[in-house]
Nanobody
């Protein structure tokens, strides 16, 4: 399994970034995927997740209305569009794959234990 994130960088408050994650080494279309972010000194928190077919999405309350997760199963890609960025969005953002057998149900999406593979991360810094 390989997950490779890209698209991070420096953005001004109120700006936008689009993260991408290229997945390989597994049957991408049958697994839910998520984005987790980790700020210095803090645990990774799941900010968004998307079901295997893309019809279901979940978001951390603090990013609802600003972040949009999507996927392209034909290209084995998952994306996260981030708008109206705030300094508190600054973190290392990881793409993560749902574990085998973990159901897309309830708040499973928000638990790091629901995921079994993670990328190396892409840094997002929001600062003026």
């Amino acid at each position: 399994v390989q997950l490779v994130e890209s698209g991070g960088g420096l953005a001004q408050p109120g700006g936008s970034l689009r993260l991408s994650c290229a997945a390989s080494g597994f049957t991408f279309s049958i697994y839910a995927m998520g984005w987790c972010r980790q700020a210095p000194g803090k645990e990774c928190e799941l900010v968004a997740a998307i079901s295997s077919g893309g019809g279901g999405t979940n978001y951390l309350d603090s990013v609802k209305g600003r972040f949009t997760i999507s996927r392209d199963n034909a290209k084995n890609m998952v994306y996260q569009q981030m708008n109206s960025l705030k300094p508190e969005d600054t973190a290392l953002y990881y793409c993560a794959k749902f574990g085998r057998g973990v159901p897309w149900y309830g708040d499973n999406w928000s638990r790091t234990t629901s995921y079994d593979f993670w990328g190396q991360g892409t840094q997002v810094t929001v600062s003026s």
